[in-house]
């Protein structure tokens, strides 16, 4: 069984900062991609970054240049630095994680989500 767990969502006000941590624990034996989703209410969920196993990264133009994904191998974790962030940044942000288990099994989980909300 494999798990992901996120932190780092709050309340901040625009062109405040947060940086969200997810950290992949269970029965791993390697992880691929790694990709952070937000979805606002009455939205779809859309990805905001991405970055593959060799640390190449992916974002839509809508946070390029704001938000930075890094990961830590070391510890099944990755992040997400969001900066100058702005009221239409506020959803659930959700990570993504495609594991292949110990049991040689290639799969995407998903964290539960956590809220960042931006006042104006």
């Known amino acids: 069984q494999v798990q992901l767990v996120e932190s780092g969502g709050g309340l901040v006000q625009a062109g405040g900062s947060l940086r969200l941590s997810c950290a992949a624990s269970?029965?791993?034996?390697?992880?691929?991609?790694m990709a952070w989703y937000r979805q606002a209410p009455g939205k779809q969920r859309e990805l905001v970054a991405a970055v593959t196993s060799y640390g190449i990264t992916n974002y839509p133009d809508s946070v390029k240049g704001r938000f930075t994904i890094s990961r830590d191998n070391a510890k099944n974790t990755v992040y997400l630095q969001t900066n100058s962030l702005t009221p239409e940044d506020t959803a659930v942000y959700f990570c993504?994680?495609?594991?292949?288990?110990?049991?040689?099994?290639?799969?995407?989980?998903w964290g539960q989500g956590t809220q960042v909300t931006v006042s104006s």
């Open positions: 269970g029965s791993i034996h390697s992880i691929n991609a």
């Open positions: 993504n994680a495609r594991i292949t288990t110990i049991h040689n099994r290639v799969e995407n989980y």
